[in-house]
T-cell receptor, first 113, second 113 residues
Framework: DAGVIQSPRHEVTEMGQEVTLRCKPI?????LFWYRQTMMRGLELLIY????????DSGMPEDRFSAKMPNASFSTLKIQPSEPRDSAVYFC???????????FGSGTRLTVV | GENVEQHPSTLSVQEGDSAVIKCTYS??????FPWYKQELGKRPQLIID?????GEKKDQRIAVTLNKTAKHFSLHITETQPEDSAVYFC????????????FGTGTRLTIIP
């Protein structure tokens, strides 16, 4: 398996623009997690899905953020409109069980100018 | 929910010496404690984990200890090498209703040649 695949690796966008981050989990993994990593806050869980259904979105910072998982092999995290404070590395992870076995993708480094 | 605290935030040790990173957790029902290593610009990767029915686990130069009574667990790296330089994250999987992993804030370990 190629692991968890994220795209793009880097994204630079202007404030106010829409940003879409993509993730392909490992086949057979029923759980998918979106994390945001910053120096100040470390790894923050934004939202996670089980069998394509959002289970806990309490970490989503505000209405500008939304996430979808239309099928078992694809998820998106969208920010609209983007702001400079959204600049961070966004990781997607997947697992067979929400308690353990998380495999992370390579991350998307987002810069909003 | 679960709260995980990690100390120290930065740690520098001489090559060949040992390094210890400590974490505490709040949910007494937590039963799974992994450690992740994140090299500069890379994804977090699982290096070792321990479950609540075990007090200590070793894998070559790394070991993890767990004290359930005190609700703390530690990562020990012996005979440190330059390639051990990275950010290390601890995590805990909580009890019923809170089973997802909660991460600590990370420790930046620097090995001085």
């Amino acid at each position: 398996d190629a692991g968890v695949i994220q795209s793009p690796r880097h994204e630079v966008t202007e404030m106010g623009q829409e940003v879409t981050l993509r993730c392909k989990p490992i086949s057979g993994h029923d759980y998918l997690f979106w994390y945001r990593q910053t120096m100040m806050r470390g790894l923050e869980l934004l939202i996670y899905f089980n069998n394509n259904v959002p289970i806990d979105d309490s970490g989503m910072p505000e209405d500008r953020f939304s996430a979808k998982m239309p099928n078992a092999s694809f998820s998106t995290l969208k920010i609209q409109p983007s702001e400079p404070r959204d600049s961070a590395v966004y990781f997607c992870a997947s697992s067979e069980d929400r308690r353990y076995g998380y495999t992370f993708g390579s991350g998307t480094r987002l810069t909003v100018v | 929910g679960e709260n995980v605290e990690q100390h120290p935030s930065t740690l520098s040790v001489q090559e060949g010496d040992s390094a210890v990173i400590k974490c505490t957790y709040s949910d007494s029902a937590s039963n799974y404690f992994p450690w992740y290593k994140q090299e500069l610009g890379k994804r977090p990767q699982l290096i070792i984990d321990i479950r609540s029915n075990v007090g200590e686990k070793k894998d070559q130069r790394i070991a993890v200890t767990l004290n359930k009574t005190a609700k703390h667990f530690s990562l020990h790296i012996t005979e440190t090498q330059p390639e051990d330089s990275a950010v290390y994250f601890c995590a805990a999987s909580g009890g019923f209703g809170n089973e997802k992993l909660t991460f600590g804030t990370g420790t930046r370990l620097t090995i001085i040649p």
